[in-house]
């Protein structure tokens, strides 16, 4: 009998905690997951990995996030997903590099890494085996990321800002953790962080490339409608149009968001503080 009541009562609770695989389907769009864990070539598995990414310390390459249980994250508990959204920790409890955006992503609220979590699991599993890093000497230490964490990394989620409206704060965390924007268009120091001082401030990505400026400082000239339409088309208002990255970027993510998330997307960069444009080299 006591069984049966507790059967009752906690069964509910159960139910809350798992995750909606089909929300989670949207956020995996919103966080750009498909540009890091696909290989860059035509037919490609999604999220099964591979997709290299040039820096100064030597080439990441994005790992299999299917559920395969030898090749990708098929073994993982929930557990060990949101310890490594949260916390950049491995399952064995070694440190993820920060190639991987998790400064940015340990900002996501609880049900948000429970919903991203059963998407991932609904995908096809694929056995694509993982690529290892080619890290330059002492870069590729796992051990060294400590430090870094300890100087350079703060675990969320990310809590509102009292300055900013409903709105507003629902663009900065898509722009902020979700969508981890800043990763590529903030500045860095000469250890691979950000410098928040500069947030969004533009500055050299991937493969040495210019990354823009999204504070008002550039984005000012530009009308509402004139960043509603690059975020869902790629073209500016002077007629030119993203290329490479950014044009996956918004093939992939601004252009699958909802009306409301774009919009509150835009608002936030409104009031973001404004960055003095970086000089040409």
């Not at 905690?17 to 696909?38: Q, W």
């Not at 249980?69 to 993982?76: C, F, K």
């Not at 950049?88 to 998790?102: C, I, N, T, V």
């Amino acid at each position: 009998m006591l069984a049966a009541v507790a059967l009752i009562v906690f069964a509910p609770a159960v139910a809350a905690a798992e995750g909606d695989a089909a929300r989670g389907s949207y956020l995996a769009k919103a966080g750009g997951c498909v540009g890091c864990h696909t290989l860059a070539a035509d037919n490609a598995v999604p999220y099964a990995g591979g997709r290299a990414l040039k820096t100064p310390f030597g080439t990441f390459y994005g790992p299999n996030i299917t559920p395969h249980p030898e090749a990708g994250i098929g073994r993982w508990t929930e557990t060990d997903f949101s310890r490594a959204i949260r916390r950049g920790e491995r399952p064995d409890g070694s440190h993820y590099f920060p190639a991987f955006p998790y400064p940015s992503f340990t900002g996501m609220t609880d049900q948000d890494v429970r919903d991203l979590w059963a998407y991932l699991r609904t995908l096809p599993p694929s056995d694509r085996a993982n690529q290892p890093h080619d890290l330059r000497f002492p870069y590729g230490l796992r051990s060294l990321v400590m430090v870094w964490k300890a100087m350079f990394f703060t675990i969320g989620p990310l809590p509102d800002d009292p300055k900013l409206n409903a709105v507003q704060n629902r663009g900065r965390y898509l722009v902020n953790a979700l969508g981890h924007c800043g990763e590529c268009h903030s500045p860095r120091n000469f250890l691979g962080a950000t410098d928040r001082d500069r947030l969004l401030g533009g500055g050299k990505g991937p493969d040495d490339k210019r990354i823009p400026n999204l504070t008002p400082a550039r984005l000012k000239s530009w009308s509402d409608e004139d960043l509603k339409h690059f975020l869902l088309t790629g073209e500016t208002p002077d007629n030119d149009t993203a290329s490479e990255s950014m044009a996956e970027v918004v093939r992939e993510t601004t252009s699958k968001l909802t009306p409301q998330d774009l919009d509150a997307l835009i608002a936030y960069l409104r009031v973001v503080p404004a960055v003095a444009q970086p000089e040409k080299k």
